[in-house]
């Protein structure tokens, strides 16, 4: 594994606790690779737009048809797409916020989800075109979540990706980070913990 994305998607950036857990992992990880690439993408600094109808008429445009206006969407929707396609793994700080993900992410989600490019249709249904890759996901949240009902963020994030072929998904979760001094401190070595043998 020569290329690393690490994506990050809280309000707070890198201060946020996912990112900081996500940048936990990428330094141990590329401590031991020197020679890795690391792409950095932060949905909270630069806020993806969401999609509009606008947008999306860009995306199924065909190419010689577009307008200039169209073609400068989907400029910006390849060059995300051409960070993705050249990870062989995806680091993604991922926050709960009001159960779900951030619309941030989801934002970038619905700007790299092509047609064409990252899943194509088949008789059999969607094939994921972004073979080969894996994604480690760092989850940071005020309650707990895990393993419960409740948690139908990580299934969201975790079938996005197996829909764009990244079918080796990861996560480690920081739970329990608003509930007491100690259960942050707990949630937050736990997941430290597992940072540490993920990056082995
Ligand atoms: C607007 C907002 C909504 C939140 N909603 C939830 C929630 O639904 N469930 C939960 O467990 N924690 C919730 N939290 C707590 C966050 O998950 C927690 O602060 C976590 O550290 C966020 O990740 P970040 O620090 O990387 O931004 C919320 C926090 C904010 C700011």
Redesign the pocket.
Known sequence: MNTLLQINA???AEQ????QLAQRFVDAWSARRPHARIIHRDVGRDPVPHLSAERFAAFLAPPQARSAAQRAITDYSDALIAELRQADLVVL?L?????GLPSQLKAYFDHVARAGETFRYTAQGPVGLLSGKSAYVFA????Y?AGTPLDTQSRYVRDFLHFVGIDEVKFVYAEG??VSPESKASGLADAVAQIEQLAA
């Open positions: 809280s309000i707070h946020g606790q996912s990112s700080g926050p709960m916020y009001n159960f940071a949240r005020g309650g979540y980070l608003a």
